[in-house]
């Protein structure tokens, strides 16, 4: 079974950081690029940033290129997402995801099994 | 960037009726576009990839259709755990970006 779990999430202030981390098990997690993706407490979806499975193609959505840097390590089957400069309009839970696309490809696509998120709250 | 509009923003509908979803790209997007379902507390959920693929485990009332800038999310008889928020989702592959429409909210009427 697929699973992932998100951790590191909490309530920081303005201009401060926080390293979020997702744990993989029931795939082969070096055979998947990853994603981050959030979500402002009801509102709708935004992509952060993805991975490919041997971290060669990274990419950021513009509003957290950057402040903030996405990283794998595969021999612990982790994600990770550095958080540096928080503003208070990156207040959202964060997902992470499981790309679908498998094999040596550096192509990202979609999201075949989600995290249950984490909530990062930035606030004074 | 590649920005997908999504239609209607709600959709008031009762359990056996069909339900209709559009999502509209800003440019042509091939057919790499796919649809998640989320409920509330709930992880969004892939539906459909590449347009018209369903992925595991998801019913066949579910279809996706259309191609280039103009897709279709398509419940061919919509059962009581169907009501739920819908995303659309493309992926481009230069510069490497996912993006994600506004949502369509189903909702009982």
């Known amino acids: 079974e697929v699973k992932l779990v998100e951790s590191g999430g909490g309530l920081v202030q303005p201009g401060r950081s926080l390293r979020l981390s997702c744990s993989a098990s029931g795939f082969t997690f070096d055979d998947h690029g990853m994603h981050w993706v959030r979500q402002p407490p009801g509102k709708g979806l935004e992509w952060v940033a993805s991975i490919s499975w041997n971290s060669g193609n990274i990419a950021y959505a513009e509003s957290v290129k950057g402040r903030f840097t996405v990283s794998r390590d595969n021999a612990e089957k982790s994600l990770y997402l550095q958080m540096d400069s928080l503003r208070s309009e990156d207040t959202a839970f964060y997902y992470c995801g499981k790309d679908i696309g498998v094999g040596a490809t550096t192509r990202f696509a979609y999201l075949d099994y989600w995290g249950q998120g984490t909530l990062v709250s930035v606030s004074s | 960037e590649i920005v997908l509009t999504q239609s209607p923003a709600t959709l008031s509908l009762s359990p056996g009726e069909g339900a209709i979803l559009s999502c509209t790209a800003s440019q042509s997007v091939g057919s790499s576009l796919a649809w998640y379902q989320q409920k509330p507390g709930q992880a969004p959920r892939l539906l459909i990839y590449?347009?018209?693929k369903r992925a595991t485990g998801i019913p066949a009332r579910f279809s996706g259709s259309g191609s280039g800038t103009g897709f279709t999310l398509t419940i061919s008889s919509l059962e009581p755990e169907d009501f739920a928020v819908y995303y659309c989702q493309q992926v481009n592959n230069w510069p490497p970006a996912l993006s994600f429409g506004g949502g369509t909210k189903v909702e009982i009427k």
């Open positions: 590449d347009a018209s």
